[in-house]
T-cell receptor, first 115, second 111 residues
Framework: EAQVTQNPRYLITVTGKKLTVTCSQNMNHEYMSWYRQDPGLGLRQIYYSMNVEVTDKGDVPEGYKVSRKEKRNFPLILESPSPNQTSLYFC??????????????FGAGSRLTVL | GDSVTQMEGPVTLSEEACLTINCTYTATGYPSLFWYVQYPGEGLQLLLKATKADDKGSNKGFEATYRKETTSFHLEKGSVQVSDSAVYFCALSDYGNKLVFGAGTILRVKS
């Protein structure tokens, strides 16, 4: 089944304790992206990657890091989490050419709480 | 920059009622327009899309028409079901295929 898999789905952590949210897709998509969803703000893009070793900032990149060492994986790293990073996070992927080039496939989400 | 504005919710309807969720956009070019749906506990999934003016996207009884003159893409359904309860996001994709989302509208359908 074509899918984007995120882990963990739920996490409670404390301020300053580094964490990583993993994301993996099995569709051979070139493009991957991370979003955060907050009430009243919709989805805001954190970082995206057009292909392996190519990453770029989205609209709200502060406090986050990403890497793209393999095509299928795009982990989101919070080096020193703070309470304002409490949110619901989504990973997504898509093709970069053809009819699927503007249609994202989303993971199920990771709900992060930073105390 | 590009932006999407959609009606605030929550929208609460009885089963079999008609649904309209308003969406307007601002874009410098000629964007593609989308409706994504998020069911409880799940990620977003594409509901329908339209890529040029006057196109109508449709899926699962939902439809939306790309209106360039009013910069709108309102979501409609003639008869909602309890299973349609979800959050609905309007979005646009312009140059570079970056998606810009609206804030989302919660729909609650009561039996």
């Amino acid at each position: 089944e074509a899918q984007v898999t995120q882990n963990p789905r739920y996490l409670i952590t404390v301020t300053g304790k580094k964490l990583t949210v993993t994301c993996s897709q099995n569709m051979n998509h070139e493009y991957m992206s991370w979003y955060r969803q907050d009430p009243g703000l919709g989805l805001r893009q954190i970082y995206y990657s057009m292909n392996v070793e190519v990453t770029d900032k989205g609209d709200v990149p502060e406090g986050y890091k990403v890497s793209r060492k393999e095509k299928r994986n795009f982990p989101l790293i919070l080096e020193s989490p703070s309470p304002n990073q409490t949110s619901l996070y989504f990973c997504a992927s898509r093709q970069t050419t053809g009819s699927g080039a503007n249609v994202l496939t989303f993971g199920a989400g990771s709900r992060l709480t930073v105390l | 920059g590009d932006s999407v504005t959609q009606m605030e919710g929550p929208v609460t309807l009885s089963e079999e009622a008609c649904l309209t969720i308003n969406c307007t956009y601002t874009a410098t070019g000629y964007p593609s327009l989308f409706w994504y749906v998020q069911y409880p506990g799940e990620g977003l999934q594409l509901l329908l899309k339209a890529t040029k003016a006057d196109d109508k996207g449709s899926n699962k009884g939902f439809e939306a028409t790309y209106r360039k003159e009013t910069t709108s893409f309102h979501l409609e359904k003639g008869s909602v079901q309890v299973s349609d309860s979800a959050v609905y996001f309007c979005a646009l994709s312009d140059y570079g295929n970056k998606l810009v989302f609206g804030a989302g509208t919660i729909l609650r359908v009561k039996s």
